[in-house]
Nanobody, 125 residues
Framework: QVQLVESGGGLVQPGDSLRLSCQASRTVSNSAMAWFRQAPGADREFVGA????????YYADSVKGRFTISRDGAKNTVHLQMNNLKPEDSAVYYC???????????????????WGQGTQVTVAA
C-alpha cells in the first residue's frame, strides 16, 4: 500500500506560477509518479510523470515548456512546477503512483494503482 500526500494548489491569475508537491509513503526502484488533471465535465488527462529509477520526466504536449517535474529522492517526493498558467489549466490535479510502469504506459491512468486526494488549481483574472 502507498499513501500519497499532495500539497500546493490554489487560485492564481493568468501568467502566474504554482508548485504542487506529492510525497509517497515509499518508493521502489521501478516505480513512477505522475500528475493527472480533471476539469469540470472533462475526462482526466495526463499532465506529466517521472520514473524513479533515473529516468527523465515526460509531459503532455499542452504543458511542455511551461510545467516541470522534479523529484526529491530523499523525501520520496515529486514536485510539479507550473509556470505561465492559463485559464485552461484550471482543474483538480491528482498525483498518482505506480509500480513497474513501463514506458509505453506512462501516460495511462491504468498504470497507476495509487492516487492522491486531488488539489484544486484555478487560474482566473
Amino acid at each position: 500500500q502507498v499513501q500519497l500526500v499532495e500539497s500546493g494548489g490554489g487560485l492564481v491569475q493568468p501568467g502566474d506560477s504554482l508548485r504542487l508537491s506529492c510525497q509517497a509513503s515509499r518508493t521502489v526502484s521501478n516505480s513512477a509518479m505522475a500528475w493527472f488533471r480533471q476539469a469540470p465535465g472533462a475526462d482526466r488527462e495526463f499532465v506529466g510523470a517521472y520514473r524513479w529509477n533515473g529516468g527523465r520526466p515526460y509531459y503532455a504536449d499542452s504543458v511542455k515548456g511551461r510545467f516541470t517535474i522534479s523529484r526529491d529522492g530523499a523525501k520520496n517526493t515529486v514536485h510539479l512546477q507550473m509556470n505561465n498558467l492559463k485559464p485552461e489549466d484550471s482543474a483538480v490535479y491528482y498525483c498518482a503512483f505506480g509500480n513497474g510502469v513501463i514506458l509505453s504506459a506512462i501516460r495511462s491512468q491504468v498504470a497507476y494503482a495509487y492516487w492522491g486526494q486531488g488539489t484544486q488549481v484555478t487560474v482566473a483574472a
